[in-house]
Each structure stands twice: as C-alpha cells, then as structure tokens.
C-alpha cells in the first residue's frame, strides 16, 4: 500500500465519526425535513443508522404510496393486497401529527372501500396539505365513493378542522358529485390545486366565489358533466379535457393558462365563447384547433401569449392560414407546437393566398405527428420563412412513417433549414 493510500485509509474512520459528529448535533425537527426528502423504502432504511435514527423516519411528513410498476408480473387481487399491506403497516407506524403530502397511487376500487376510507380519514385527521388519491385506472362501474359517513364527518368540527390546512387535491377514479366538490372548495382556506378525472358522477361544476383562494382548476374525462360555472379572482390555470359542456365564466382577472380540449377532436366554438374576451391576457394555450378557432386569431391579437399547442385533426390548406393568422395575432410568442392527428377529417381543399408575417420572438416550434405530406413540410417551411429569431424545430413522425421515408423527409427538411437553426427528428440532431 502506497503511503498516500495508508493515509487515505486512515483517515477514513475519523471522516465517518466527524460526519456522525455533524449529524449528531442537529435537532430532531432537522433529521425530520431531512427524511421527509426521501422516499418510504430510503426514509425507513434510515432506522439503522443508530438508536436515535431508528424511530425518526415514523415521523415523515411524506407519505407517498406510489408502488404501480411493483409486482407487475402477479395477479391483479395479489398486487392490491400486497399494496394495501404496505399502507396500513406504514399507517401503524407513523408517529408524525401532521402530513405535507399524502398520495395513494395504485388501482383500487369499491371493493377497497374500508381501507380507501381509513386512509382518508387518517389523512385528513393529521392535517394534510397535499392530498392525492388516485386510483386509475379504476373499474369504470365500480369506482371508489367517498362514503356517505365520511362526508358527514367531513362537515362536522372535526373533520372541517383537518381540511384547513388542505392546499392541493387531487382525486383519479374516484366517483364526486359537484356537491362534494364544491364542499371542499369552499370550506378549504387555503386550496389552490383541484384535479379531478374519471369521476362518472360529476354532472355539473360551480367554481363561484370572490373570497375562493384556487389557483388551478383541472378537470377531465368526467364524461357526463354538462356544466362548468367559473368566477374566481385567484384562478391562473384553467384545463378541461371531456365531452362538449356548457362553459359560463364570470371574472377571472388573474387567468393565464388555458388548456381546453373536447372530445371528438371536432371543436365546438361555443365550449369557448365565453372565456374569449379572456385571450388576450393569456401566456400558454392549450386547444383544438378547427375554422372558427382560427378567427378568434384573424380578428384579434394576444399580446401576452407565449406559449401555444394547438391539435389539428388533420392538416391541410387551413392550417396553413391558421398559421399565418397565428404569427400575426401573437407578436411575443416564444414557443408554438402543433399537434396533427391525421384520422381522415377533411376541412377542405381550397388553397388560399397566405401572407407573410416576420415573427421576433418564435424561438422554438415543435410538429407533432408529421407524416411527410405536402401540408407538413409547407408548415415547416412557413416558420423557417417567418420565424426570424427561430432557434430549434422539433419534428416528431408520426409512427407509421417507413425509415426510408423518415429520410427523405429528412434531407428535404434540411435543405430549407435557414443557418444557426438546430433541427432534430424524432431522436436525432442536425
């Protein structure tokens, strides 16, 4: 051994005790927000370290229960009680009062209703800030239902206390009805995050409220909700992803993000008619794009949008011009991505005079689905033209492209590229 290794070596006890030293001297409260950083499996490995550590990690304010890829190869009723083992046995062992975050991440349904509820409960009564239950993909006629006691509970003293302190919600596969909803909207002070998906039983939703502190509402594939009312002060994010509904909006002065899209990818202009007067202060968008999305851009500007994806259900003549109105409505755009889903709709075939509009700021645009048509590369093309400060274009194939034809596409993409333009192709840079 070297004489600098037999100095390394003997150092090495007197680093690890003057680490322990260090970790010794601060207090609980510390090791605790240390912990809670980690996961459940390295927060309880820590219980070896020493007799101090051995009971620490019971203390966590994370509980995130995030086990969807374990056991993947064992039946499904294997998987559920082997998961709702490891919740309960981590329940019995937690010593903490209160919890930042609690999340239930695995397929469950009715038929896990007691021990769904316990976990509920249990959350609730350690005053979570961060409550996620998602339980997709869930058994569509057998979702999950916050019990009929729970909700009284809920609305008693002791359970309207355990919500105070509720920031986020998230709920995924469990069946709500606007009533409980809204409950939570109005009697959680300090709410700001509300996502709701696959909940059968939502017909219609009132966010109204001049005191509600939300800041992002998240609603999808709540197939039979009809209705949405908004009118909150502090909202900035607003995303639906269903069916056609009817959409009312009152104030919303602080909205800034929008994602909005209906299914069938047929756009209904008047889902969005009342949130229109609001483009103009948006910075991200989010939306199907059709005709009657392309005016609101031809008869307007958005001077503080930055960010725009826009989904096509097919290319064609009209996309170009909704393009064109695109680089002109928004002068401060910094990102654009268009999303082409060819599935055989045709708006038509007219081919129309396309101005040119030189853009600023564009500085990335991304084209999802491109499947080396004529349309497709006159989309590229176009903002090779126009973008000026352009620095990157995204090209994402559609996957039934033939290598050869990726190829092409290819060479004929960057034989266009203006100079200083990065160009990448599904994973490759040029």
């Known amino acids: ?68 890829v374990k ?14 083992s490891w919740v309960n046995k981590v329940l019995e062992l937690h010593r903490g009062s209160r919890i930042n975050q609690f999340r239930i991440c695995f ?24 409550f996620e239950l998602d339980l997709s993909p869930g058994t569509y006629d057998n979702y999950y239902e916050i019990p009929q006691e729970c909700y009284k509970n ?32 109005h009697n959680c002070p300090l709410l700001e995050n509300l996502r709701i998906t696959q909940s059968p039983d939502l017909l219609s939703l009132k966010v109204v409220g001049s005191s509600i502190p939300l800041k992002c509402l998240d609603i999808q594939f709540c197939y039979s909700i009809k209705e949405i009312e908004i009118s909150a002060p502090n909202l900035l994010s607003f995303k639906y992803i269903g069916q056609d509904i009817n959409l009312h909006v009152g104030s919303l002065p602080q909205l800034v993000d929008v994602v909005f899209h209906v299914t069938p990818m047929v756009q209904k202009m008047h889902c969005i008619g009342s949130i229109v007067s609001y483009l103009p202060q948006l910075k991200t968008l989010e939306l199907d794009g059709c005709n009657e ?10 001077p503080k949008l930055m960010n725009l994806n826009i989904s096509f259900t097919a290319a064609n003549q009209e996309t170009l011009l ?7 409505a928004c002068p401060f755009l910094e990102k654009l991505v268009l ?23 564009l500085k990335l645009v991304e084209l999802q689905g491109f499947n ?39 060479n004929m993409l960057k034989a266009k590229l203006p100079r200083g333009v990065k160009l990448t192709v599904g994973s490759c840079d040029f």
């Open 1 to 68: 051994m070297t004489k600098k290794a037999r100095h390394i070596s003997e150092d090495a006890p007197e680093k690890k005790e003057n680490l322990e030293d260090w970790f010794s001297r601060f207090p609980d409260d510390i090791l605790i927000h240390i912990i809670s950083g980690l996961t459940l499996k390295e927060a309880a490995r820590t219980s070896v370290l020493s007799s101090r550590w051995k009971y620490l990690w019971t203390f966590t304010t994370s509980l995130d229960f995030d086990k969807k």
């Open 71 to 84: 056991y993947m190869s064992f039946p499904p009723d294997y998987k559920q009680s082997k998961y709702i």
């Open 107 to 130: 397929r469950l349904d009715a038929k896990h209703k007691c021990n769904i509820t316990n976990w509920v409960n249990t959350a609730i009564a350690k005053n979570v800030s961060n």
């Open 154 to 185: 809920l609305q008693s003293g002791c359970g309207l206390s355990g919500i105070k302190s509720l920031r986020s919600l998230t709920l995924c596969a469990v069946n709500v009805t606007g009533e409980v909803v809204e409950f939570f909207i």
């Open 293 to 302: 999305v392309f005016a609101q851009f031809s008869q307007r500007e958005f």
């Open 322 to 328: 909704g393009l064109s109105f695109i680089m002109k």
């Open 339 to 361: 999303q082409i889903w060819n599935n055989g709709r045709r708006i038509g075939k007219k081919r129309h005079q396309i101005s040119k509009h030189s853009h600023q700021h």
């Open 372 to 410: 080396g048509r004529e349309i497709d590369f006159e989309l590229a093309f176009y903002v090779f033209e126009n973008a000026t400060m352009l620095e990157k274009m995204i090209i994402k194939p559609s996957g039934s492209r033939k290598r050869t034809t990726l190829k092409n596409s290819t």
